[in-house]
């Protein structure tokens, strides 16, 4: 087995992803197998589902991992759209106990980030750089000249005037739930990165997640000043991320 390659696994509130990934180049060595994320999204349950998904891609070595929540050396310090008792949970060792091989988690949207810096459309731009996930939730993975400033949690800003943070309204989940379309909820995360961008004055906004790949559905929307492009990596990014955080863990 190379060092060069390592499993990412992204795993979400709705899905639990992985792939073998070339740390080098960014490319996924395999299929990218995807498992449902059991409901309640429970510590027991999802290591479960984490193990399964480990054994598909018959894989014994070193595993980077995207969880969804706020991760502090390993542990969850958070849980929006998983079980509440993920909170003071150690992701890595859960995981690590699970599947029989040495794990490193961060945040989901970071490393998403992560990977767009190095293979995508953060690669070589200075100055700050927001990569927001849209999902379940709204990620975010904050970057200085290349530098990751890690747990961000931008999803999670009021918005003037709303009583529930920005990715109630503003995230895939919302548009599905509200069953609205593209024309009323591009508007509202036109909203939420002006308000972005009146704090960060960001030179780039990376959008990623699923719905980026329908960027052009609701680019028109989008009538901020800011550099906003989709993820060069779509959908992958948050498993290339994670891999390559398990090479270098570096905070
Ligand atoms: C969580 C973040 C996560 C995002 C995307 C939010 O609800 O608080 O930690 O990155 O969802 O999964």
């Known amino acids: 087995m190379s060092d ?3 499993v990412g696994v992204d795993v979400g ?3 639990i992803k992985g792939a073998v990934v070339n740390i080098e180049t960014g490319e996924l060595l ?7 994320t059991p409901k309640p999204a429970t510590p027991q349950a999802m290591a479960g589902t984490f193990a399964e998904l480990i054994k598909i891609l018959d894989w014994n070595g070193p595993i980077g991992c995207g969880f969804p929540a706020i991760i502090k050396k390993g542990i969850a310090h958070s849980a929006a759209n998983i ?3 993920w909170i003071g949970t150690n992701v890595e060792e859960m995981f690590t106990n699970a599947c029989g091989c040495p794990v490193k988690a961060l945040n989901d949207a970071d490393a998403a980030g992560l990977a767009e810096m ?5 690669k070589g731009v200075d100055g700050i750089v927001l990569l927001i996930t849209i999902g379940s939730g709204l990620g975010s993975a904050l970057f200085v000249n290349g530098r990751l400033v890690p747990n961000s949690e931008l999803g999670h800003i009021y918005l ?3 009583e529930k943070v920005a990715e109630f309204k503003a995230s895939s989940a919302a ?3 509200e069953d609205i379309s593209y024309e009323i909820w591009g508007k509202r995360l036109n909203d939420y990165l002006e308000h972005l961008d009146r704090i960060f004055s960001p030179d780039r906004v ?3 997640g699923g719905i980026s790949r329908k960027f052009e559905k609701y680019s028109s929307y989008l009538t901020t000043n800011v550099d906003i492009v989709p993820a060069d990596l779509r959908n992958n990014a948050g498993s290339i991320g994670a891999a390559l955080y398990a090479a270098h863990p570096v905070f």
């Open 30 to 36: 395999t299929e990218r197998f995807k498992l449902p």
């Open 118 to 122: 190095s293979f995508g459309k953060g």
């Open 175 to 177: 548009k599905k739930r």
């Open 206 to 208: 990376i959008l990623g």
């Open 13 to 15: 509130a709705s899905g």
């Open 83 to 85: 079980d509440k008792s």
């Open 160 to 162: 003037k005037g709303e």
């Open 4 to 6: 060069k390659k390592i």
